[in-house]
């Protein structure tokens, strides 16, 4: 899934560019948007969505020498899709800089007896006997932007984040007792961004991140994401707008005793405010 994201990607940067820079004087750099493009003249965005996303979800923990098994959060323990939160701010400068904050706040809870046994903090649950299950993720972004390239129609850049996963997950069965765990993940990333606007009061924007942290240095740990969003945004002022669009977010950890796997995918509905 990944080459073929990163490929069309490439291809729309490619196909886009010479329209974002196509204006009465395209020989020279513009280092300002057209006053006429609504929703880019601002130093502070914040912004909130509502993301319909899936449960597929699995994480293992090892404990007490036992080797833990990897558990799926909707296919063992019975969770299902969800719509959750996902909070923005975005700290712009100087036009070409912005610092932006992200966060995912992601809950659940839920009773189910899993088909086979599950082996976590060292602790095995048996098949059929049900289990009360929390699982909790705070994914953060935190990251920098510079776009180095801007015309009356857009503009394209380049982003460095970190994508930093906090996670605690809970099992509890009668039979058996409470084992619980937690992990936290920071893994680097690049990535870039182009946005264009096909009328003054419509931007189409799209993004794309990732990286393959192998561990070692800074943190002993290993982990990959891949991050796709695309959006519209429909500003009826500079300082008002609403999103649409559609978000896929892959990462993979692994830790000491813990390892996970998480996806998130699915559209979204949110608004902007700016100052």
């Known amino acids: 899934m990944r080459k073929p994201a990163t490929r069309l990607y490439a291809i729309g940067v490619a196909l886009l560019f010479p329209l974002l820079m196509s204006s009465p004087a395209a020989a020279q750099f513009q280092p300002r948007l057209n006053q006429n493009a609504l929703g880019e003249n601002y130093h502070v965005e914040i912004g909130a969505a509502i993301w319909d996303t899936s449960a597929d979800m699995s994480f293992s923990n090892t404990g007490l020498g036992l080797p833990g098994t990897t558990i799926n959060l909707q296919n063992d323990l019975g969770a299902r899709d969800q719509k959750f939160p996902a909070f923005d701010l975005i700290l712009r400068p100087a036009t070409k800089h912005k610092f932006r904050i992200e966060l995912v706040p992601i809950h659940y809870s839920q009773t189910a007896a899993p088909q086979s046994s599950l082996t976590f903090g060292g602790q095995t649950y048996l098949t059929g006997v049900p289990i009360t299950s929390t699982f909790h993720w705070k994914a953060w972004r935190f990251g ?16 460095l984040d970190v994508k930093y996963t906090d996670t605690d997950a809970s099992l509890a069965s009668a039979t058996v007792g409470t084992r619980s765990a937690s992990a936290r993940a920071p893994v680097p990333g690049l990535g870039a961004i182009l946005r264009v606007y096909p009328a003054s009061h419509l931007a189409l924007t799209g993004e794309i991140s ?36 559609f978000r896929s977010f892959d990462v993979n950890y692994s830790v000491t005793n ?5 996806t998130l995918k699915g559209p979204y509905l949110g608004a902007v405010l700016r100052f």
């Open 144 to 159: 920098y932007e510079y776009d180095f390239a801007s015309g009356p129609r857009g503009f394209m850049g380049f982003i």
């Open 258 to 262: 813990s390892a996970g796997n998480f």
């Open 210 to 245: 990732g990286f393959k942290w192998p561990g070692g240095w800074i943190w002993s740990g290993s982990g990959d994401f891949l991050d796709v969003d695309t959006y519209a945004t429909l500003n009826f002022v500079n300082a008002f707008g609403v999103e649409f669009g």
